[in-house]
Nanobody, 126 residues
Framework: QVQLVESGGGLAQPGGSLRLSCEAS????????MSWARQVPGKGLEWVSG????????YYTDSVKGRFTISRDNAKNTLFLQMNSLKPEDTALYYC???????????????????WGRGTQVTVSS
């Protein structure tokens, strides 16, 4: 069985915080790079953050640097995204994207799309 489930989204005020989680099967998670991506209707997909398989290196798109933190718990096959100082521009459907580090290795992006879950909605509004 292969599964990937995102959770933790919701409504937050500007300046607030949320923590997203991605629970994946071992076949998807173990020894694999992982990323978070987001989608806004009419704007397409945007890679947000990535983390190497061992958790030692992390990468972020410029708009979230200093505000978001990606991490992982390999023992629990779980990926996290701590989102602080939220802005209305962060409103999107957030996905867990396995097997990729986004722009660090663009060739992996397309294949990753085959494994995404349903996503978790984040809405930032006053």
């Amino acid at each position: 069985q292969v599964q990937l489930v995102e959770s933790g989204g919701g409504l937050a005020q500007p300046g607030g915080s949320l923590r997203l989680s991605c629970e994946a099967s071992g076949s998807i998670f173990s020894n694999n790079d992982m990323s978070w991506a987001r989608q806004v209707p009419g704007k397409g997909l945007e890679w947000v953050s990535g983390i190497t398989s061992d958790g030692r290196l992390t990468y972020y798109t410029d708009s979230v640097k200093g505000r978001f933190t990606i991490s992982r718990d390999n023992a629990k096959n779980t990926l996290f995204l701590q989102m602080n100082s939220l802005k209305p521009e962060d409103t999107a459907l957030y996905y867990c994207a396995p097997f990729t580090l986004g722009p660090v290795d663009p060739s992996t992006w397309h294949s990753s799309l085959n494994y995404w879950g349903r996503g978790t909605q984040v809405t930032v509004s006053s």
